[in-house]
Nanobody, 117 residues
Framework: QVQLVESGGGLVQAGGSLRLSCAASGSGFGAYVIAWYRQSPGNERQFIAQINWAGGANYDDRVEGRFTISRDNAKNTVWLQMDSLKAEDTAVYYC???????????WGQGTQVTVSS
């Protein structure tokens, strides 16, 4: 089973940028769709972006044009480049492997992103 570890979060001013990493261990990573999600206090976890094995990407409207998801299957890593950050982007960010309405991977600890206004 693929295990994922998120990193790269931190504190940034509004308008700034961060690059999150999702590092995978285990076999099969290259074939998985990998998605980023985020959750802020009192809110449900929400979908942000996903990328398939070939690099095809989809984004939630809230981040379209500001966030870019990418992957390197040889490095078993998916990145989320976040630009033009807003205070409402503050959340814990997670990656996982969505499939058939569920997830193929276990949820990790996530990485905290805090955007100050």
């Amino acid at each position: 089973q693929v295990q994922l570890v998120e990193s790269g979060g931190g504190l940034v001013q509004a308008g700034g940028s961060l690059r999150l990493s999702c590092a995978a261990s285990g076999s099969g990573f290259g074939a998985y769709v990998i998605a980023w999600y985020r959750q802020s206090p009192g809110n449900e976890r929400q979908f942000i972006a996903q990328i398939n094995w070939a690099g095809g990407a989809n984004y939630d409207d809230r981040v379209e044009g500001r966030f870019t998801i990418s992957r390197d299957n040889a490095k078993n890593t998916v990145w989320l480049q976040m630009d033009s950050l807003k205070a409402e982007d503050t959340a814990v960010y997670y990656c996982n492997c969505p499939y058939g309405g569920g997830f193929l991977c276990e949820w990790g600890q996530g990485t905290q992103v805090t955007v100050s206004s």
